[in-house]
């Protein structure tokens, strides 16, 4: 059964690595980019076709760690008329962009899926009732600050929340201190001043919410409204963690390599069809979020250059750019050999 779940993984894996270079072989196809091959997977060629009428070679590799779309005239010099650097900035951006959107879309799109699926999810922001201290002894509790069952929280240090997961996120990762609640009361608006339960997960402190909400009703106006929140709170999770690695809040044993990603696939799948879904859902907003930093060889890093030839009306010269480009190629693979050794390491 190991076996299969590892299978599994990968499979996802690959189906998600699929979707993100489709996005750009697609965009390419619209917009007569000449294409040389799309491949997914890396390493040595288990299988490739090349297509008598359009001459693209299709390629599947032995690694499902990554993919491409090779385009003539994308980091070197080209004769043909299709080639990508000939096309205007604007197609270029479409194309790298196209990618990264792809992920992002098809999470959010299953996140609709996942959660009319599974309707018992969907919690509001209204207390149904509190743990109090008799119940679960501990130092800090939110029944101290005034909270009580009804009272909707609108508002957490200033920032909205709509939906439980909002709430959650929120306590979790500033609840080490004191929150600021904002809540609507019988029509009032008050504040609250609410002290949180602390836990340790990974050497990090993180807030926990110590009280039930209500559920709601499983409406086609509350799908959409919690798969739309959800899939915004999925986007911006992976933006302020890489923010929290950089500051150091996080350290580099929460990074995942494929070979963390397929261990946790691999977890999920045991845990039923919905977490299978689930992380396949943020492993899919996670692969656009990422590949839209601006770094080299990344495809924020192409954004970038594209951005500045549309605002400086002149192009980086293509041999500069494709050096910075394959020195981010390097940094970023001796990063994933590392990431790959600790994650190996950690399952041993």
């Known amino acids: 059964m190991r ?3 590892i299978l599994l993984a990968l499979l996802v894996f690959g189906f998600l690595i699929f979707i993100h270079e489709f996005g750009h072989y697609i965009m390419a196809r619209i917009f007569r980019v ?13 299988v490739t076709y090349t297509s008598k009428k359009t001459d693209i070679k299709y390629s599947l590799g032995m690694f499902p760690i990554g993919g491409y779309v090779s385009m003539a005239g994308e980091d070197e ?8 650097f000939r096309k205007p900035a604007w197609q270029r951006l479409v194309i790298t962009v196209a990618g990264a959107a792809m992920n992002i879309i098809l999470g959010a799109l299953v996140m609709f899926i996942l959660i009319a699926a599974t309707p018992d999810t969907m919690y509001s922001t209204e207390v149904d009732s509190i743990i109090t201290r008799e119940e679960v002894p501990r130092e800090n509790s939110s029944e101290d600050s005034g909270l ?5 929280i609108i508002a957490v240090n200033g920032k909205r929340v709509r939906i439980l997961s909002e709430l959650d996120y929120e306590i979790m990762r500033q609840g080490i201190e004191t929150l600021e609640l904002t809540v609507m009361r019988q029509g009032e608006k008050i504040k609250l001043y609410a002290d949180f ?6 050497n990090q402190y993180l807030g926990a919410r110590d009280f039930y ?4 009703n499983a409406t086609l106006g509350n799908v959409l409204k919690h798969g ?6 999925t986007v911006r999770t992976i933006w302020e963690s890489l923010f929290d690695l950089i500051t150091g809040r996080f350290g580099i044993e929460a990074v995942s390599g494929p070979v963390g990603v397929t261990s946790q696939v691999t977890q999920a ?10 992380i396949a859902v943020v492993i899919s907003i996670n692969l656009g979020v990422v590949n839209l930093l601006p770094f080299p060889a990344l495809d924020g890093g192409r954004i970038i250059f594209i951005l500045f030839e549309m605002i400086a009306g002149r192009p980086v010269p293509m041999k500069y750019e494709g050096m910075i480009h394959f020195a981010g190629i390097v940094i970023l693979l001796a990063f994933m050999l590392f990431i790959t050794v600790k994650d190996i390491a950690s399952l041993i």
Do not use: H, Q
């Open 197 to 202: 339960p602390v836990y340790v997960d990974r």
């Open 148 to 152: 009580r069952a009804g009272d909707r």
């Open 228 to 233: 739309f929140f959800r899939s915004v709170l």
């Open 77 to 84: 010099e080209s004769d043909d008329e299709n080639a990508l």
């Open 269 to 278: 799948a045991k845990g039923g069809i919905a977490n299978l879904v689930y």
């Open 3 to 5: 076996v299969l779940y």
């Open 34 to 46: 000449k294409i040389k091959e799309f491949s997914i997977g890396m390493g040595p060629k288990l």
């Open 213 to 216: 909400t209500t559920p709601e």
